[in-house]
């Protein structure tokens, strides 16, 4: 398994269990709740495969569909459907940060690999990383997190830029995947506890 594939099962399982929470917070029957955390979970990395024109992960490997329905059954097993204040909640926090930089980087390394240009890497790395989570959102009749959220999108446009950087100067290799991914979860986190936000105009 390569670095790209670590990255997309964790993702995977991190925002599977983001998506779960999201839906048993907005009080979601099963079948939702499923189509919640499949969503979040696969939704983005199935436009950024369209886009490049690269085979679905989420329909060519079946354990990507088998750990999205684990994390649910294991989550509905542990009980942790009446969760308070969600978006401060330690366990959500964790999941959607997690998946948030693993997808970042998953897309900005496939779209390294195809050739894109800096933009083309940056914006792959950003719709990997939102895309499931903003139809989600939609579907629930939410406003999608990356609109109103603490640093949120920046992080992954971050994460993407320094993907492509390191591409250009050939230090493209495990340990330094690792470090981006370390400093992508860093920041978000640093940015919730000094409460970022970009600014707003109204």
Known sequence: MNI??????????????????????????????????????????VIRDVIVKRELFAFSNN????????????????????????ERHPLFIWSDTLGLVSFALSGALIAQSSGFNFFGVVLISLITAVGGGVMRDILINKVPIILVSEFY??????VGSVIYLLGLMGFINSFSVILVFIFGVWLRLYALKKDWHLPKVY
Not at 13 to 39: E, M, R, T, V, W
Not at 71 to 85: A, E, Q, R
Not at 153 to 158: H, P, R
């Open 63 to 86: 354990y990507a569909s088998l750990l999205v329905i684990a994390v649910i059954l294991f989550s509905l097993y542990i009980g942790v459907t009446k969760i308070s204040k969600l």
């Open 4 to 45: 790209i594939d670590l990255a997309e099962v964790l993702g995977l399982l991190a925002f599977a269990l983001s998506g779960f929470l999201i839906a048993a917070q907005s009080k979601l029957d099963l079948l939702g709740i499923f189509i919640s955390a499949f969503l979040t979970a696969l939704g983005g990395g």
């Open 153 to 158: 999108g920046s992080v992954a446009l971050l």
